[in-house]
């Protein structure tokens, strides 16, 4: 498998270099690496042809410009289609100016309606709105129970059938919007049962609730490690019930989630949101520009960007770029580094979200264990040491050795390796092309 | 020790980039925002402004020991709340069940895949009548041919693959009807899929263990309702592990499974540790002389290392009885696209998967991506789930999954 299509294009370019325009043969064939790379990313056949026959249409034409390369000129565009495709901008729920606001969830079965439903909710709580859950996915057993229990936990209201009340959906529908008047509510959330698209008892369901809820947010519920099914139960929901938007779940895996692009293709309606992981917190509002960046499998930069800002201030940046530039960059800021960049996650994945990251540092195992045995080392220096390693001498390695459960080689190689880096720091902060001390690794 | 030098490296490149990386984001926020003040109109300042600052406290990602924990509040006010709820849910189970067996009445043959697939194949026809009924196949055809399996989440590569093979020996055998065309390429892959064992096994003696894997929503607990209800309906004393602490009310809903088909449950509390859970299960089915343990884990995605983790402490802690465990299966929904291999790929290698239990096949979605699965990896197919009811569970047949990718 192709890790991203800007290494599928390196073997086309190296061919052909040298050449400022692209000719149609070669046109043809990047089309072909596209057009496997979007499939092998979920995207809809059918959207995949309309969407290379458009990339192709302004390759042809375009000049290249000068300050890129054919492939970065072909990848521009792909990317700038895609962003194109999947909203160029971030979409906001329509608030009724007359509360309640409505914003009904449905999907397939376990595509993640009920935890994006509290989510969402406590996404909306967050802003200052008041939302209400109502539980009427009657079909799953406790279904009602998990919203109750994730409602509590967000301490926002459930709205659920009692024993005694009539146990189905719309009913349960209906009697919502007195509760939500009751509790004086702006907002609800209506949890639906999952259901398939051709399943025609429940389709009919769900377009009753509908019809009772007249939702302001129509959202369709869609996993992003959905294949080519999407566009069906897209299609299938847009016309039974009309969608306004579409929440892609559990993008915190690994699928690239070309179940985005056939969705947006085929309904025309926005992402609004994304769930991204486990915690209630997880949630977000969609970015078109970083999926379409996933989708190509390019490096998700402005996450990183989110998850650095959470771990680092803009202030501890600018002063550690300070002392790398200046060849002050001591241990005990090394120490700092790694501890603030282990916040951000495991090392593996922040490198695999870095863009231009050779592939042999991207592949590399990362055994995060050895980050406890680099972390004992230095802490079995003393300041002074740590300041200015060049102090440290025989008996001073042993000692550090022992105490930090290691070797004196161990040591060494660190204190070695230490030294070459703080120098590539300075050269590369200098605008130089750093050499890095591991052969056949030049960073772009 | 040139590990150590790696990760060295790696730390330092990292947050060289990511220093950088903040510093150089900040400067481009403030040269758009500044461009965005000066530029006309229709470009919507506000949600820059806000795509631009993200809100802090949605970036964070809490250590991973920390998702497993503050789960102590089981959101259900009292017992008496909790069994309100649960007799609420009886009385909709037996509404359930009335139906079942008033819709089994009017079936009385046992279901079949086929029957199953009769609307998919009526919405798939469409697509290869202009291969079935050509007399000769050119490009385009083989194209379609190809296009028709991409669309059943086979995946390019298989797809490619299948089609050349078929293509070879049509050219072979001087075979250019689109029908006989299909002829092949159906059995070309009712032969990747044929030679397998489909049967779930069982322990030679005590209790056996089936361990039910995968990524969220698949339909585990489902599946583990509809195997429940058949192997008690077998004679079998079944016990359900609601090894699922993490997601709300994955318990009670295992526990309305279990009381549905006569099965004994074993749970813990929300957020209690699942291998405790697994523990007791052991434990109960080893002195009540059981004859079947189904372990429901969390939905986990693959690529949390920690929760991969956990499930191989799982089945360490079953593997404490020797030769018990004899299945473990991913769970696997139909819809999923090409990311099913990388999942099917992980959890074989965390806890060494038996069998693929595919979920929802009563839709239009194929699931051929057990295709790549079975080929790839050699993980067959055990179980089909086609519907929400106890017995909506068949067994999986090449000839007739291969026919539904085609809609015959």
């Given amino acids: 498998m192709f890790d991203s299509l800007s290494g599928r294009f390196d073997a086309i370019f190296t061919r052909m270099r040298g050449r400022g325009r692209l000719s149609d043969a070669d046109i043809d064939e990047i089309a072909r690496e596209i057009r496997l790379a979007l499939l092998e990313a979920d995207v809809n056949v059918r959207v995949v042809k309309d969407f290379i026959s458009r990339i192709k249409e302004r390759a042809t034409g375009a000049e290249v410009a000068k300050s890129l390369t054919p492939a970065q000129q072909v990848i521009k565009i792909v990317h700038e289609e895609l962003v194109a495709t999947l909203g160029s901008t971030t979409v906001k729920l329509t608030m009724n100016p007359k509360p309640p606001t409505v914003v009904m969830l449905s999907g397939l079965q376990g595509s993640g309606k009920t935890t994006a439903a509290a989510k969402l909710a406590r996404l909306l709580k967050s802003q200052g709105l008041q939302p209400l859950l109502v539980a009427a996915d009657l079909q799953r057993p406790a279904a009602v129970e998990q919203l109750r229990v994730l409602g509590k936990r967000i301490d926002v209201p459930v709205f659920y059938a009692k024993e005694g009340s009539p146990q189905n959906a719309v009913d349960v529908a209906r009697s919502a919007f007195d509760e939500a008047a009751r509790l004086g509510r702006n907002v609800m959330i209506v949890d639906t049962a999952g259901r398939l698209q051709i399943d025609e008892a429940l389709m009919d369901e769900l377009i009753a609730v509908r019809d009772i809820v007249k939702p302001t947010n129509s959202l369709l519920v869609v996993d992003a490690m959905t294949g080519q099914e999407a566009v069906n139960i897209a299609v299938a929901f847009d016309q039974a019930i009309g969608l306004d938007g579409v929440i892609l779940t559990k993008i915190d895996g690994d699928a690239r989630g070309g179940a985005a692009l056939s969705v947006k293709a085929v309904v025309g309606k926005p992402i609004i949101y994304v769930g991204t992981g486990e915690t209630l917190e997880d949630f977000e509002p969609f970015h078109p520009d970083r999926m379409a960046s996933r989708i190509l499998g390019m490096g998700d930069v402005l996450s990183l960007i989110e998850k650095a800002e959470a771990a680092f201030t803009a202030e501890d940046a600018q002063a550690t770029e300070e002392k790398m530039r200046s060849g002050q960059f001591t241990l005990d800021d090394f120490l700092d580094q790694m501890q603030q960049v282990r916040k951000m996650g495991p090392i593996g994945n922040i490198m695999k979200m870095l863009p231009g990251v050779p592939k042999e540092l991207k592949g590399a195992e990362v055994d995060e264990s050895q980050l406890g045995r680099v972390e004992a080392i230095i802490r079995s220096m003393t300041a002074e040491e740590r300041r200015d390693p060049s102090v440290i001498n025989g008996s001073r390695r042993s000692r550090i050795a022992k105490g930090s459960g290691t070797s004196t080689q161990e040591v060494n190689a660190l204190l070695k390796q230490f030294k070459t880096v703080q120098q590539m720091m300075k050269s590369m902060s200098q605008g130089k092309k750093p050499r890095l001390p591991i052969p056949g690794m030049p960073i772009r | ?408």
Wanted: hydrophobic residues 45%; without cysteine.
């Fill in chain 2, 1 to 408: 020790m040139s590990n150590l030098l790696l990760v060295l490296i790696v730390v330092l490149v990292a947050a060289a980039a990511v220093a950088l990386v903040v510093i150089g984001y900040r400067l481009a926020i403030a040269r758009r925002s500044q461009s965005a003040l000066l530029a006309p109109p229709e470009t919507k300042t506000p949600i820059n402004a806000q795509e631009v600052e993200p809100d802090p406290d949605q970036a964070i990602i809490s250590p991973p020991v920390e998702l497993k924990e503050g789960g102590t509040d089981t959101g259900l006010d009292s017992k008496e709340e909790l069994e309100e709820a649960l007799r609420a849910e009886a009385t909709r189970a037996e509404a359930t069940k009335a139906e079942a067996t008033k819709a089994e009445a009017t079936k009385a043959e046992p279901l079949r895949l086929r029957d199953r697939l009769g609307r998919t194949r009526a919405a798939f026809a469409g697509a290869l009548a202009g291969v079935s009924g050509r007399s000769s196949m050119d490009d385009e055809a083989w194209e379609s041919l190809e296009e028709a399996l991409i669309s059943a989440d086979v995946g390019v590569s298989t797809a490619t693959r299948l089609v050349e093979a078929v293509r070879a020996s049509a050219k072979a055998a001087k075979i250019k009807d689109g029908s006989e065309v299909e002829g092949l390429l159906r059995r070309e892959i009712a032969l990747l899929l044929s030679p397998a064992d489909r049967t779930l096994q069982m322990a030679v003696s005590g209790p056996t263990v089936w361990m039910f894997v995968g990524v969220n929503g698949v339909g585990k607990t489902t599946t583990i309702a509809k195997l429940a209800t058949r192997e008690g309906a077998a004679g079998r004393h079944v016990v359900l592990a609601a090894a699922d602490t993490f997601r709300a009310a994955a318990a009670e809903q295992l526990g309305i499974w279990a009381e549905r088909s006569g099965a004994t449950l074993v749970r813990g509390d929300e957020g209690a540790d699942p291998g405790s859970v697994v523990f007791n299960a052991m434990a109960s089915a080893n002195s009540r002389g059981a004859d079947l343990v189904l372990v429901d884990t969390a939905g986990r995605l693959h690529t949390k290392v920690n929760l991969m983790e956990e499930l191989k402490k799982l089945r360490r802690i079953v593997d404490k009885t020797p030769d018990s465990l004899t299945e473990v299966i991913l769970v696997l929904d139909a819809t999923t696209g090409q990311n099913g291999l990388t999942q099917a790929r992980e959890f074989a290698a965390a806890v060494e998967v038996t069998g693929v239990a595919l979920t929802k096949l009563d839709g239009t979605a194929k699931g051929g991506i057990v295709l790549a699965i079975q080929s790839e990896l050699g993980i067959p197919v055990k179980i089909v789930g086609v519907g929400e009811g106890p017995e909506d569970l068949i067994p999986f047949d090449p000839e007739e999954f291969a026919a539904a990718l085609f809609g015959e």
